[in-house]
Every structure is written in structure tokens, then in C-alpha cells.
């Protein structure tokens, strides 16, 4: 098939590849009698190959020596390296691997990857492979449902790539080794500054690259590039103390640069007199009179007391960046300038803030701790917190629309103005954005005892795993957003949390920890005596007992239906549906056909008829249901008629994979009534939209397709 996208929509009469010894020619125009859409589906794989490592600073400076290693050790013909660059924290290990992969740029052909660790929150290298399978072109809805296969999609999709591999926070080897590409030439860099990465030495190709201090030129250079000003002028006594109290640390010299900056000609006097009168408690990095706590104090100090409070609530903040809601709540524009004038703090277009260097964050941490009590330190927080589920609030509505939640949105969010306008592609994308912050305020929300809030953000929060699955960040958000509602007295909470959380479990193969929670939501809506939420709940029950328990699931589903269909709530409507056609699903699988055929039918009507609107996707999916019921009921000239309507509906929407799964079940009816040519059309249509999404499902069915060419076609 063609890969010009200006041919969408054409007819096509190849398959690529070696079938049967050739090219396996089709015929050269197909009766599309039905108004098909046959061709190139109307979703392109990435162009370009990922490039997800920032640039590094403008001013980078030094470890020439350490990149030219770098080079040294790559074979373009040789298995992937491994380097660790170990070094105190502050030293430049994060600029020197974003500078490594601006310099050799060329090199990598196969594109970049990066990963951040966090303890407590991005801890499991699945979380990595699912990023970064779906930087190399796995889409959503195409990753396996299994993460135990993730790694060796990700082996398979690197085999032929050179690849540059970035890892930062990692502290235990097998957070890397599940990391390493297998495409000649690639290279794994790591950065270490303390963890016991030790073991990763015994991997053939790792080595290990101690970083040093910047020399005392390249340490002047970035002082002056930081002034932003020729500094031959100054007190050549007092700049030699300046950087020798840096001891060489990038970050300490961005700080010194940026007061001398601030402070202007001549007066490197006055921030030396104020440096050697400083005594901190931040001894970490440095000695007794040379460290970082002395550079970050004399900065703080000159802080006006807005700008501190804001340095201090921002230590607080539990997410690597704090959204421009939350900064509002606590302080003026004027604070946020001066913060990011000193280079303490930097923001993005959006208005978010985050630390320069996650040793800033420490020392606000300190400062709060110091100079707060805990009673104050916590109404900040809160502060930032309710602002922050405002919109959060406001950004969950517009992803999913009127749907069953717990949280209050209508009291929530009164008299607030949404700052999505109603944008639903706009909320998606901050909630992306998002991403690990949502995980972080859950979480800390949850240790500080703070479990109203902990399981509102948890359930809105849910928003965004149902539509991204990312799998570990919802069992953590899920778990500690439900034992806060079990905390907080809030059954119906507890419950509508424990059942969504059963998802990621059961998708992680943690089947007992699935059951112990779906289980105990099963036990709690008893209580609560809620139609609606009753209803969702066996829901999700029943999808947790199909794998185990076809009529048990079926019998769940029954109960679902019922509590939808007794319940006042409009959104009944559809919770009803869903559960009809997850029940014809299961009926289906049973081997109770007539039943099963009968509840798709009334499912997808149902769906259709929403008294918000048709759900137009979950109505195709519905009708590609019925379609395959039909087919194992023996009706093959229903199934071939359904599932052409599935699969126009479908393509319509822009649900590529569910029509691709439509496509491969329309190929096995036409096969069954012998319409062969059409059949391998409708296979060679489901493998260009797998293989465009990036779905290992495209090496089968191009597997099946060889052996039908082989075959002749039969």
C-alpha cells in the first residue's frame, strides 16, 4: 500500500514484503458495492525520530574531556555502552547529558529518550518502557494490554536503531537494564549521585565517568555569562572568593551570577562580605566555610519578604512543578519575577514555576520548616491545593463530560472560570502535562493527613488513566486515594475509588490485590444504598471476574443493569448500556449466542440514544461486538453486513484501532462465504493500521498474510 499520505483514500493492489517468493499482487480494483474505505488510514506513524532531550544551557561550559570519552566509546558496529556519570549533586550531570546528546545529535539516527526516577512516585521502569514505547510509535490504544511483554516490544523496536537512552534518578540497576536498546551503537547515559548503581559495571558494555569541579576558567566563564556582564572590573580578591566558595558546582555559580547580576557593577565587594558572614545548616556539598547552604541563604536574604514566602510555599509544593493556579492563590506577579530573576525558580509559558535544581527545592524545604510553623505550612498548602482541584476540576469535566463522580463539581466550582473555555483537546493536554504532579499532591496529600483532598484529586485524577493508561501512576494514585476516602468516613468515595483502582491492578497481574479492593467496593455500595454508583460499581466487577468467572460476570453485569435502570441520574442512561454490552460480550464468550446477540443489539440502540447525544464510539465499538456475536453464532451474511457498518462508523470516527480489529474480523467472515480477494484487502487494510499505530498486532497479521499468499490466497 502506498505510504504517501496525499493517497489517502486510493485503491490499493499491492501487499509489501516477500510472499510466496514476490510481491503477492491484488487484484487491480476492487466492487466496493458497500462504499467502503479502502487505502491509507488517516493516521500517520511519527516522521521523525523522537528527540525528547532538552537543550542544554545556552552558557554549558567544561567536560569537553568527559564528551570526548563519551565518543570514544561508541562503535557504531558495536553492542549498545553504558555510561554512568557519577558526581556530587549540583556538579552538572543533568547539562552534561542533555550537552551529549545536543553534540552527537547526528549520531543517534535513531532519535533520543529520556527518563526521570522519583522516589515514591515514578519508581518502576514499566512506567519508562510505556513512555517510551509510546515515543517510538505505539499508540494509546495499540500497547499491549500486558506490561510483561512491554520489554521485549521495546528490545524488538530498537533492534535497528541507533538510540541515545537518557536516565537520571535511577537507584537501582534494574531501573537501567530494562532501559538498554538493543540497535548497534546505541548508548545508555546514567546519572548517579550517590545510589548504588554499582552492579550496572557488570554489564559488558558499562563504564563509569567520576565528573569534576569546573576549573577555575570555565568557572569564570559561567560566572560572567550568568552577570550577563563583562566582570574585569570587579574586586579580582572578591570574585576569586566567590568562586572558590562555588567550588566548581554549576548550580552555585548560576546563583552567584545571577545576585551579581541583580546587584550590578561592583559588587562583587558587598556579595563576598555577605557570604563569609553566612552560617547554614546545608552542609551536604562543600566543607565547613565552602558550601552550597552559604550560597543559598545569601541569595535567600536578599529575597523581599513576598518573594520568600513564595520561595517557601513553593518548597512545600510536592510536584516538580507548581501549575500557575496554585502560584496565585499564594503570592503576586511581582514575587514570581524576583524569584525568576534570581534564577532560583524558572517559568514556562503556561505560568508554572519549578526549582532550577532539586537542591533549591531542599533548601525552600528547610526555610519552611525553619520559619513556618506546621499550622501555617499546612493553610498554604491547602491553599494551593483547592485552587489546584478547581482546575483540575474544571479540566476532568471537559475530558469525560457529565459523568458519576463523587466530588462535588457543581459547589466545586462556582463562580470559578474555567481556563479551558470548555476545551476538551485543551484539558486533555494539561492533564498530560500534569502527569506526575497529580501523582505527587495525591500522595503527599495522603502522608500529610490531608484526606479530603487527597481523594478528590485521586478520583479527578482518574480522568486522565482512563484515557492514557498509564498503569502505575494510577494503582499508586488509585490505592492512596482509596485508603483516604476509607480515612475521611466517606464510604461512597471509598468505593468508587476502589472500584476503578481494580483496573490498573488487574492490568498489572496483582489479581489478589484487584479482588481485595473490587471486593471491598462490592461490600461498601451496600451501605451506601446509591442506584448509580451501585451500578458502576458491579460494572467494574463484572470486568474484573471475566477472566476467571464468565457466569459469575455475567450474573454482575445483570446486577449493574438493574441498579442503573432503578437509578434517577441521567447518567444511568449509559451506565445501563455499558453494561449491557459488556455483558453481550461475556455472553459471547459463553457460547450464549442468541442472548449475546440480543444484548449488542439493545446496547448499541441504547448507546445511540443517549439523552445527552449519541455516543457514536462506544456505538461502533458496540456494533463490531455485534458483528463478531453474529459470526460465532453462525450468521455469517449478518456478521459480514454489521461488521462493514462497524468498520465504515469507525473509520469515520477516527478509531483506527478498533477498526482495524473490525477489519480482521471481517476478513475471517469473508474468508468463511469465500470472497477471498476482498478478504485479503480488508487483512491488508487491518496490518497498515496496525503497523501506522504502532501495534505489535502487525508482524501477526502480516505473518497470516504470507502464509495466505503462500497459499494462494486460500
Not at 546505541?186 to 550517590?194: E, F, I, Q, T
Not at 565587594?269 to 543559598?296: E, H, M
Not at 457529565?402 to 476538551?424: K, M, S, Y
Not at 451501585?534 to 468467572?549: C, K, N, P, Q, T
Request: net charge negative; proline share 4%.
Amino acid at each position: 500500500m502506498s505510504a504517501d499520505p496525499s493517497r489517502t483514500g486510493s485503491t490499493s493492489n499491492t501487499i509489501g514484503g516477500d510472499v510466496n517468493g514476490g510481491q503477492f499482487v491484488m487484484a487491480e480494483r476492487m466492487r466496493d458495492v458497500h462504499h467502503h474505505y479502502y487505502g491509507e488510514p488517516p493516521v500517520q506513524s511519527p516522521s521523525q525520530s523522537p528527540m525528547q532531550v532538552e537543550a542544554p544551557p545556552s552558557d554549558f561550559v567544561n567536560h569537553d574531556e568527559t564528551l570526548a570519552w563519551i565518543r570514544q566509546n561508541l562503535d557504531p558496529d558495536g553492542p549498545p555502552v553504558v555510561v554512568i556519570c557519577s558526581g556530587t549533586r549540583g556538579i552538572g550531570k543533568s547539562a552534561l547529558l542533555c550537552q551529549a546528546a545536543y553534540a552527537m545529535e547526528e549520531y543517534f539516527t535513531g532519535g533520543q529518550l529520556t527518563f526521570e526516577y522519583a522516589r515514591g512516585a515514578r519508581e518502576d521502569s514499566d512506567a519508562a518502557l510505556q513512555q517510551f514505547l509510546r515515543a517510538l510509535g505505539v499508540h494509546r490504544d495499540a500497547l499491549p494490554d500486558d506490561p510483561r511483554t512491554w520489554s521485549g516490544e521495546y528490545r524488538t523496536r530498537t533492534r535497528d536503531k541507533r538510540m541515545l537512552v537518557v536516565v537520571e534518578g535511577a537507584w537501582e540497576p534494574a531501573q537501567v537494564r530494562g532501559l538498554i536498546p538493543t540497535g548497534r551503537g546505541s548508548l545508555v547515559l546514567v546519572s548517579g549521585d550517590g545510589p548504588d548503581l554499582g552492579e550496572l559495571e557488570l554489564h559488558p558494555g558499562a563504564r563509569v565517568r567520576d565528573l569534576e569541579p569546573l576549573d577555575p576558567r570555565a568557572a569564570h566563564d559561567l560566572l560572567q555569562n550568568r552577570a550577563r556582564r563583562n566582570l574585569d572590573s570587579e574586586d579580582r580578591a572578591s570574585l576569586d572568593e566567590l568562586t572558590g566558595v562555588c567550588g566548581g558546582l554549576p548550580l552555585a555559580l548560576v546563583l552567584v551570577g545571577a545576585q551579581l547580576c541583580r546587584e550590578g557593577q561592583g559588587s562583587a565587594r558587598s556579595l563576598a562580605a555577605k557570604v563569609r558572614g553566612t552560617q547554614g545548616a546545608l552542609k551536604a556539598i562543600g566543607d565547613k566555610g565552602n558550601n552550597l547552604d552559604v550560597l543559598f541563604r545569601t541569595t535567600y536574604q536578599d529575597l523581599s519578604p513576598d518573594a520568600a514566602a513564595l520561595y517557601r510555599a513553593l518548597g512545600s509544593w510536592p510536584g516538580p512543578h507548581c501549575d500557575a493556579s496554585a502560584v496565585r492563590a499564594v503570592t503576586s506577579d511581582g514575587a514570581v519575577t524576583e524569584l525568576v530573576t534570581a534564577n532560583l525558580v524558572e517559568s514556562d509559558s503556561a505560568g508554572s514555576l519549578r526549582f532550577r535544581h532539586d537542591l533549591l527545592r531542599t533548601h525552600a524545604g528547610e526555610r519552611a520548616r525553619a520559619e513556618d510553623g506546621a499550622a501555617d505550612r499546612t493553610r498554604t498548602l491547602t491553599r494551593m491545593l483547592d485552587a489546584y482541584l478547581v482546575v483540575l476540576g474544571f479540566a476532568e469535566r471537559a475530558a469525560r463530560g457529565e459523568r458519576l463522580r463523587i466530588v462535588d463539581l457543581d459547589t466545586l466550582l462556582a463562580d470559578a472560570e474555567d481556563p479551558f473555555g470548555g476545551d476538551r483537546d485543551a484539558a486533555r493536554q494539561w492533564l498530560t502535562r500534569e502527569r506526575p504532579t497529580l501523582l505527587a499532591v495525591v500522595l503527599h496529600s495522603a502522608d500529610l493527613g490531608l484526606y479530603e483532598h487527597a481523594w478528590k484529586l485521586a478520583e479527578l485524577s482518574t480522568s486522565l488513566y482512563l484515557d492514557q493508561r498509564y498503569l502505575h501512576d494510577w494503582r499508586s494514585s488509585g490505592e492512596a486515594g482509596t485508603d483516604a476516602a476509607r480515612l475521611a468516613g466517606n464510604a461512597a468515595a471509598e468505593a468508587r475509588l476502589a472500584s476503578l483502582v481494580s483496573r490498573p491492578l488487574t492490568d498489572l497481574g496483582l489479581a489478589e490485590s484487584a479482588a481485595e479492593r473490587i471486593e471491598r467496593a462490592v461490600d461498601l455500595v451496600e451501605q451506601v444504598g446509591d442506584a448509580l454508583l451501585s451500578g458502576s460499581v458491579w460494572e467494574f466487577y463484572g470486568r474484573h471476574l471475566e477472566a476467571r468467572d464468565l457466569p459469575a460476570a455475567i450474573a454482575a453485569y445483570d446486577r449493574s443493569v438493574r441498579y442503573n435502570e432503578d437509578s434517577d441520574d441521567p447518567s444511568a442512561v449509559r451506565g445501563a448500556a455499558l453494561s449491557v454490552l459488556f455483558r453481550g460480550a461475556a455472553r459471547s464468550r459463553a457460547g450464549e449466542h442468541e442472548a449475546a446477540v440480543a444484548d449488542l443489539r439493545g446496547a448499541r440502540a441504547r448507546l445511540l440514544g443517549l439523552p445527552e447525544g449519541p455516543d457514536r464510539r462506544m456505538a461502533a465499538r458496540a456494533c463490531a461486538a455485534l458483528g463478531r456475536a453474529q459470526a460465532e453464532a453462525g450468521e455469517p451474511d449478518s456478521a459480514l453486513w454489521t461488521l462493514r457498518t462497524a468498520e465504515s462508523e469507525l473509520a469515520e470516527g477516527g478509531w483506527h484501532y478498533y477498526r482495524a480489529e473490525a477489519c480482521e474480523q471481517l476478513a475471517g467472515v469473508l474468508e468463511e462465504l469465500q470472497q477471498h480477494e476482498e478478504a485479503c484487502h480488508r487483512l491488508q487494510e487491518a496490518e497498515q493500521i496496525y503497523r501506522t499505530l504502532g501495534s505489535p498486532r502487525s508482524r501477526e497479521v502480516m505473518d497470516r498474510l504470507r502464509t495466505w499468499g503462500r497459499s494462494g490466497g486460500r
